[in-house]
């Protein structure tokens, strides 16, 4: 069974940092692109950034290009998104999200974790 | 960017009656050299992750129901629920992955009438 376990969220300040963690399971991990999508209390849905399965390309939203860095560690099956100079927008649960097999959808998400950016 | 329209923001259906969501997108997410449509809808509920629904415009999730079906090509995409189920009730978002950005619709709430 596929299994996306996101971890590392929490309250923070403004201007603060965190690194947000997805553990997989279930399946091949280096064989996959990877996405973070978000979603703030009330809102929709907002693509982050996107990894390639060997991590050699690497897109991100424009809100938080140069803040947040996507990268992970196919050794151990996580997925991994550095968030530096954290803003009260960037508020939002979190989701990790698997690329379809066959290009582009994301087939599987985690629960998500919740970032709280408050002062 | 790539603009994700969808049309209604809310819809209220009766059970066993069809629901039909719109998606239009500000260009053609038609990849010529392949002849596939880089569309998806998911399903959102409360408390709930995501779930995929339809890709490449058409091609139903294994394990949806088959009253879930999707549509068109190009620019104009839609969600169609053939007979709605109470356990429907979600917010619909369509996806457009063409291109980077990766861009959502705002989402159409679905309640039953």
């Known amino acids: 069974e596929v299994q996306l376990v996101e971890s590392g969220g929490g309250l923070v300040q403004p201007g603060g940092s965190l690194r947000l963690s997805c553990a997989a399971s279930?399946?091949?991990?280096?064989?996959?692109?990877m996405h973070w999508v978000r979603q703030a209390p009330g809102k929709g849905l907002v693509w982050v950034s996107r990894?390639?399965?060997?991590?050699?390309?690497?897109a991100y939203a424009d809100s938080v290009k140069g803040r947040f860095t996507i990268s992970r560690d196919n050794a151990k099956n996580t997925l991994y998104l550095q968030m530096n100079s954290l803003r009260a927008e960037d508020t939002a649960v979190y989701y990790c999200?698997?690329?379809?097999?066959?290009?582009?959808?994301?087939?599987?998400w985690g629960q998500g974790t919740l970032v709280t950016v408050s002062s | 960017d790539i603009v994700m329209t969808q049309s209604p923001d809310s819809l209220a259906v009766s059970l066993g009656e069809r629901a039909t969501i719109n998606c239009k997108s500000s260009q053609s997410v038609l990849y010529s050299s392949t002849n596939k449509n880089h569309l998806a809808w998911y399903q959102v509920k409360p408390g709930q992750p995501p779930k995929l629904l339809i890709y490449w415009a058409s091609n139903r999730e294994s394990g949806v129901p088959d009253r879930f079906s999707g549509s068109g090509s190009g620019t104009d995409f839609t969600l169609t629920i053939s007979s709605l189920q109470a356990e429907d009730v979600a917010v619909y978002y369509c996806q457009q992955y063409y291109s980077v950005p990766v861009i959502f619709g705002q989402g159409t709430r679905l309640e039953i009438k």
């Open positions: 279930g399946f091949t991990f280096s064989n996959y692109w």
């Open positions: 999200a698997r690329v379809h097999f066959s290009g582009g959808a994301n087939d599987n």
């Open positions: 990894i390639t399965s060997d991590g050699s390309n690497i």
